[in-house]
Nanobody, 119 residues
C-alpha cells in the first residue's frame, strides 16, 4: 500500500529554519518524481518544490527560491524540504506528493504537516 508520511513541521519564528521529511513506502521510490505542496486556510494548494526521480533537476515556486531546498535520498526512500529564512507567509500545511508513470499515471499524497511561522 502506498504511503507518504510527512514530519518535521512545527512553530518557528520568522527568520528561522525547519527541515521537513517525507518517508515513502509501497512503491518504487526511485521511479517517482517527488514534490512538496502547501495550502493555507482559504487558499488554493500550490506547488512549492519538485524534484525528478534521480534528483538531477529541481524546480521552485518563485517566492521560495533561494530559501528552500528540495532533496531526496533514494536509498532511504525519503524526500526532504529544507526551509531557511522562514516568513509568516510560509505558514501552511505542507504536503508530500509522489507521481510516476507505469501502465497508468499514479499520483499520491501524504496527510500533511503544519508549519507555522510567527513571533
Amino acid at each position: 500500500q502506498v504511503q507518504l508520511v510527512e514530519s518535521g513541521g512545527g512553530l518557528v519564528q520568522p527568520g528561522g529554519s525547519l527541515r521537513l521529511s517525507c518517508a515513502a513506502s509501497g512503491f518504487t521510490f526511485s521511479n517517482a518524481a517527488m514534490s512538496w505542496y502547501r495550502q493555507a486556510p482559504g487558499k488554493e494548494r500550490e506547488l512549492v518544490a519538485a524534484i525528478t526521480s534521480t534528483g538531477g533537476n529541481t524546480k521552485y515556486e518563485d517566492s521560495v527560491k533561494g530559501r528552500f531546498t528540495i532533496s531526496r535520498d533514494n536509498a532511504k526512500n525519503t524526500v526532504y524540504l529544507q526551509m531557511n529564512n522562514l516568513k509568516p507567509e510560509d505558514t501552511a500545511v505542507y504536503y508530500c506528493n509522489a507521481k510516476w508513470v507505469g501502465v497508468n499515471r499514479y499520483d499520491y499524497w501524504g496527510q500533511g504537516t503544519q508549519v507555522t511561522v510567527s513571533s
